[in-house]
């Protein structure tokens, strides 16, 4: 099922097939949209960023963040992001991969609450490694921040 949610100037999208693919791209995957769910933020009829969740296997789900700019990712939004995958998928753990070489992006994991569970070896096209990250819900700080223009369907009839 698809819908946006407008709050002032942004807007989330989920399940919007071209921001999965816009995701996907960004991090080198491919977003199916029979068997993947995504969220996109959008400013002022921009795609600025967004999460793809893949892979479900009941107790775990892969995860795939990427943006166009700074500050994309408020916290109202990875609170959504983490509440869906925590809370109302019951997950125990977020899986995610991040080139060894993609400092950045390993600094907002790790800022996140990301650790690195595994290092794949020559895995990628140019030889790389691939980081294998992890976040338990214990870790998912992003659970306590009292969102302000959203809240969990869990409980709600």
Same mark, same amino acid.
Not at 72 to 79: E, G, I, K
């Given at each position: 099922m698809r819908f946006t949610i407008v709050v002032m100037a942004a807007e989330i999208r989920i399940n919007d097939p071209v921001d999965g693919e816009w995701v996907a791209m960004r991090v080198g995957t491919v977003f199916n949209d029979k068997l993947d769910h995504c969220i996109g933020v959008h400013w002022h009829g921009r795609m600025k960023g967004g999460v793809v969740f893949s892979g479900y296997v009941g107790a775990a789900i892969m995860v795939h963040m990427a943006g166009d700019?700074?500050?994309?990712?408020?916290?109202? $939004?990875?609170?959504?992001? $983490?509440d869906y995958a925590f809370n109302q998928l019951g997950v125990r753990k977020l899986l995610g991969t991040v080139a060894a070489t993609n400092t950045r992006a390993l600094a907002i994991d790790l800022r996140m609450g990301f650790h690195i569970e595994a290092r794949l070896r020559d895995v990628l096209p140019d030889g790389g490694d691939l980081l294998v990250l992890v976040m338990d819900r214990a870790d998912a700080k992003w659970l306590r921040v009292k969102p302000r223009n959203y809240r969990s369907l869990i409980g709600v009839s």
């Open positions: 700019e700074s500050n994309w990712a408020t916290r109202d $939004f990875l609170w959504m992001v $983490f």
